[in-house]
């Protein structure tokens, strides 16, 4: 409580030095007077604030000494004392900052600088004009905190301060204006956390208070709900929670809006809202967390016209009560939990409903014939629910947007949809449509920018008159069964932005595709992947848009085609996915160009040759993809420079030499995957460096010596590989310290000693193999090895534990067997003589079988080993021998 209180108390202070600082101002500027102000210091004070100021050409011609100061564009005066009392410069292009001689306008009464670029703060002189009523900065640049001292100015109506950068909290002692009548600090970036302070309530005259987009937090205070006088409360995308009280409508007789979307509001939606029926004209309550159902009360708020309840919790139906809602222009309940169909007289009476927003519900069953009525409906919004069967014919002629998508619709039209003039945005993807495309696609001269019908069943020829959808921006066709076009068709399409074409079962070569869209200067995404023939990519792929950003040509069966070199001239091409087909040749050195380039997809093709160290200059790669390949060569050293990579996709290659020692900088990788090469060498220190690594695969390679100990420090390595390479010595202790591993496959290498129980510290661990090694000692029991069975240790040397894992039960070691270790250390001796090739080999080959031998003739019977066992270990041997 005292920390309260001193708090409280050093906010009266701050309070208190500006109003006195402002007071002692305007008393110390009224004595260095030595004559009444008049005109002449109202026309000096506007000179000075031009002066101030990048201005439109027209205050530059007049505002000037040659004139009356009343007669300037934007001034005002009063009839009787001729002094300045307005000064409107709105949206006159004006940039700088305000100056403090506006403060000198001592009879001003309105300022309005809205809508220009002004910046700085607002100065304290303006603190002087103890006249002024209205006040409006809205739409500049202007920042620092809210200023303290608009709390003197006890005239003051009307304060716009929406749109800028002011900072820091609402000042309380605006709960002094009495007269405040319009409040809007809307959109500026106020400290997290702020609040609304509760004082505001004592504003008894306030009509109009927005604060939207000021990431505001906590409750709305009881206080602002029993502000009689509001007309319009918008607290709008800020983060505030609690719920609504029951007494709103109550408490607020006068409300006409009331705007508190955007936020984490929860409970249910007040139930006696028809105490507001008189009034309110919008109630928009959408993305909050509210749950229950719509009330049915909301029918009575008849002289509603928006109301926006989506990207809630809501369940149930659609109440029936809204047929009442006469004057609706606009309904959102999408994103919710709706259920049920829509009755045939919902939407009866709302003769001036504009859209129509239900996408993202429950909703199930025919659309009613009656939604065909609503003919000034411009959107409607169904997407993604369970709706069925036909669509009305007489679809509102009037329709803009019609989304239709992820529905289960099989009987639309299509002619009749083309056939409205006024359609924009046309969505009926992911249904069960199917046959083929209306001839009449476009009339000339159709509206339509945003054509989507991928993901049905389409069949047939895609029709020469999509050549008349001029305004076309967007064409998604893909997943259809479409079996041909004549390419020429897309050469019209002049405005298109993005054409998906991909898996339409589309057999028309790409080469005449690409050449046809040499005329679409917009396209920033080009898919034509996943059908079944494509031919090649042909040079004129460097006469796209030079805006093109996205190009798939993927599983395109391009066979024995190149990359062609011209395909470097797409300097602002962010992705090129060409996998998955036959293409042949060497990566053309033009790649060097692509300077935008973040995903680069070649994997599963022909491609040959060295790895290119053009790859190494593009400074903005995260994704490298050359995967199944032929790619041969070492791995260039200068990858590791390429920082921004966080994928790095080189398997099934032909790769050869070291793992190059700079890739071990890049801090930044998820996934290393060089598997399925012929790289050799060792696995260095610097490994710990890939922090951010959740995948690394070294599988099926020649690396050899020990695994590092450091590899345990990559602390969210989900999946590792090192299976069948060279590797030697100990599993490390230290990889129990990966507590993220999933995966962990270090089979068939040289691998010897006990398995660590640090191991069982792995809780996520879902699969381990640590078959084919020489691994010896007790199989551990705890933790994630309770679910793994015999496959994850077969085949190595002296394993035992658990009989669920196929080993012998763990001993100790008896007099007969130190024999036997003796007579095989000196065997090893023996080996260790022999000069031949492949010694190493030979000599864990030797010392193997003479080792299982001794096994098979130990004079206890219970030390012998079964011939089931014999032959397994054998088995290994073998194995061993062969890689």
Request: net charge neutral.
């Amino acid at each position: 409580m005292g920390d309260t209180n001193c708090y409280t108390l050093a906010s009266l202070m701050k309070v208190v030095v500006v109003v006195t600082c402002s007071q002692l101002l305007m008393g110390c500027l009224a004595i260095a007077k030595t004559t009444s102000t008049n005109l002449t210091t109202d026309q000096s004070a506007l000179l000075h604030f031009k002066s101030h100021i990048h201005y439109h050409d027209i205050l530059a011609t007049n505002w000037s000494n040659s004139s009356s100061v009343c007669s300037w564009i934007g001034v005002t005066c009063g009839v009787r004392h001729r002094r300045v009392i307005s000064l409107s410069v709105s949206s006159m292009g004006i940039s700088g900052n305000i100056s403090p001689q506006l403060g000198n306008l001592s009879f001003l009464a309105a300022l309005d600088l809205g809508f220009n670029n002004l910046s700085g703060a607002l100065p304290l002189e303006l603190s002087l004009l103890h006249r002024l009523k209205s006040i409006s900065v809205k739409v500049n640049n202007l920042g620092g905190e809210i200023p303290s001292w608009l709390g003197v100015l006890g005239r003051l109506e009307y304060i716009s301060l929406k749109n800028n950068s002011f900072t820091g909290s609402i000042p309380t002692h605006l709960s002094n204006l009495s007269n405040l009548e319009y409040l809007d600090i809307s959109y500026n970036p106020l400290d997290y956390d702020g609040i609304i302070p509760e004082e505001l309530g004592r504003l008894r005259n306030l009509q109009v208070l927005s604060m939207q987009g000021n990431r505001l937090s906590g409750v709305i205070p009881s206080s602002i709900f029993n502000m009689s006088s509001l007309k319009i409360m918008a607290f709008g995308a800020n983060d505030l929670s609690g719920s609504l009280p029951n007494e709103l409508c109550e408490n607020l007789p006068l409300l006409e809006g009331l705007y508190v979307s955007y936020n984490k509001l929860s409970g249910q939606i007040p139930s006696n809202l028809s105490q507001c029926g008189t009034r309110l004209q919008v109630l928009a309550l959408s993305y909050n967390w509210f749950v229950g159902g719509i009330p049915a009360a909301i029918g009575e708020l008849t002289t509603l016209q928006i109301l926006a309840l989506g990207g809630s919790s809501l369940n149930g139906s659609i109440p029936q009560e809204i047929v009442n809602l006469q004057n609706l222009v606009l309904l959102g309940l999408e994103r919710n939990q709706l259920s049920g169909g829509l009755s045939a007289n919902i939407f009866n009476n709302m003769s001036s409903l504009q859209g129509l927003n239900l996408h993202t519900n429950k909703l199930v069953g025919n659309l009613p014939r009656e939604i065909s009525n609503l003919t000034t409906l411009k959107e409607l919004y169904l997407a993604n629910n369970y709706f069925t069967g036909v669509l009305p014919r007489g679809l509102m002629a009037q329709i803009e947007i019609l989304s239709l998508n992820s529905n289960s619709f099989t009987d639309i039209i299509l002619a009749e949809l083309f056939n409205i003039s006024t359609l924009r945005v046309l969505d009926l993807s992911d249904n069960a449509l199917s046959g083929p495309l209306p001839t009449n696609m476009c009339y000339p001269n159709s509206l339509l920018q945003k054509l989507f019908l991928g993901h049905n069943q389409l069949s047939g020829v895609i029709p020469d008159s999509l050549s008349n959808c001029s305004h076309l921006k967007i064409l998604e066709l893909s997943l259809n069964k479409f079996i041909a076009f004549q390419p020429h068709i897309f050469s019209n399409l002049r405005f298109l932005e993005y054409l998906n074409l991909q898996g339409s079962n589309l057999n028309v070569e790409s080469s005449s595709l690409i050449t046809s869209l040499s005329n679409c200067r917009y396209l920033t995404t080009l898919s034509i992947g996943d059908n079944p023939a494509c031919g090649i990519i042909p040079p004129s792929v460097g006469n796209l848009s030079s805006s093109l950003q996205e190009f798939f040509a993927a599983n395109c069966k391009m066979k024995d085609a190149n990359v062609p070199p011209q395909i470097g001239n797409l300097s602002n091409l962010i992705t090129l996915s060409l996998y998955g087909n036959q293409l042949s040749g060497c990566i053309p050195p033009t790649i060097k160009h692509l300077y935008a380039l973040q995903a680069l997809d070649l994997s599963d093709n022909n491609i040959r040759g060295p790895i290119p160290e053009g790859l190494c200059g593009l400074s903005n790669l995260n994704f490298l993809y050359l995967s199944q390949n032929q790619f041969s060569g070492p791995i260039p050293e200068c990858l590791g420079n390429v920082m921004s990579l966080r994928e790095l996709l080189l398997h099934s290659n032909k790769l050869s030499s070291n793992i190059p020692s700079t890739l071990w900088g890049l801090k930044d990788l998820f996934q290393l995957d060089l598997s399925s090469n012929y790289l050799n060498g060792s696995l260095p220190l610097q490994i710990q460096n890939l922090v951010a690594a959740i995948y690394i695969n070294f599988s099926n390679n020649q690396l050899s010596d020990s695994i590092p100990s450091p590899i345990g420090n990559l602390p969210n390595l989900v999946n590792l590989s090192l299976a069948q390479n060279r590797l030697q010595g100990s599993i490390p202790t230290f990889v129990g310290s990966m507590l993220s591993l999933v995966s962990l496959d270090l089979s068939a290498n040289n691998l010897s000693g006990s398995i660590p129980k640090s191991l069982e510290a792995l809780r996520y661990l879902k699969y381990l193999n640590l078959s084919f090694n020489d691994l010896s000692g007790e199989i551990p029991t705890e933790g994630p090895f309770k679910n793994f069975t015999m496959e994850s240790f077969e085949f190595n040397g002296a394993l035992c534990g658990a009989p669920r894992f196929n080993v012998p039960p763990c001993r100790t070691i008896s007099h007969h067997g130190s024999k036997r270790k003796k007579k095989l250390e000196f065997s090893l001796f023996i080996a260790a003589g022999l000069e031949e090739r492949n010694l190493e080999k030979k000599v864990e080959c030797v010392s193997s079988i003479l080792e299982l031998a001794l096994s098979c003739a130990a004079e206890s019977a219970k030390d012998r080993i079964t011939m089931k066992e014999a032959v397994a270990k054998l088995q290994k041997i073998k194995y061993q021998l062969s890689i």
